[in-house]
């Protein structure tokens, strides 16, 4: 119970932390990806301190039936948690590729916006689909493996499923036909022609 409280508890500062750097960031697509990966990261790191701190929590009783009943107890109690930590983990770091990839001052969006001709993220999709399904694809079952079939896994892992299957329900774009040169430019001598 100790577990769940702390890991709601954890939850709420952290959206209340992002919230409120994000009310008063001056650039806020910049920000949210600086905070969106700093929680991944975040939530990988305690992850892993989690698992280690259950391998070493059955060590602490002297007795064997002592070792395996603190072993039950503590794999029960924070099995959610570690998994659960996985998942925030993916949709956080998810989150700040979103970030960048809808943030127009990014060289990605500038780069995808020269060859496709539009700025609009339907047609950067459309013009990366494949990849963009087999990232969300690849992305969805890496939530699956890592989270198990608990409902937060569950519902990333079928957003990013949709996600795969609208990419390649989108036609190709096109690539955009290279800029016409100028008429009225004027030439090596300076005269114009």
Do not use: H
Request: proline residues 4%; positive net charge.
């Amino acid at each position: 119970m100790v577990v769940k409280r702390a890991f709601v508890l954890i939850m709420i500062v952290t959206a209340v932390a992002i919230a409120g750097t994000m009310l008063v960031a001056r650039d806020r697509s910049r920000a949210a990806l600086g905070l969106l990966l700093g929680a991944a990261a975040t939530f990988v790191v305690v992850r892993a301190l989690l698992n280690k701190v259950l391998d070493e929590v059955p060590e602490v009783a002297r007795t064997p039936a002592g070792q395996s009943a603190l072993a039950t107890a503590t794999t029960s109690l924070a099995d959610g948690l570690v998994k659960a930590l996985g998942v925030l983990a993916v949709v956080f770091f998810v989150g700040a590729i979103v970030v960048y990839v809808l943030d127009a001052d990014s060289a990605l969006r500038r780069r995808v916006t020269a060859r496709t001709g539009t700025s609009t993220l339907r047609g950067a999709i459309a013009a990366y689909r494949v990849g963009v399904a087999l990232v969300a694809a690849a992305a969805a079952l890496l939530v699956i493996t890592i989270g198990g079939f608990g409902v937060l896994a569950l519902i990333v892992a079928l957003l990013l499923a949709l996600l795969a299957m609208f990419a390649l329900w989108l036609p190709d774009q096109p690539a955009a036909p290279a800029p016409a040169p100028d008429e009225a430019a004027p030439s090596a001598d300076g005269t114009v022609s």
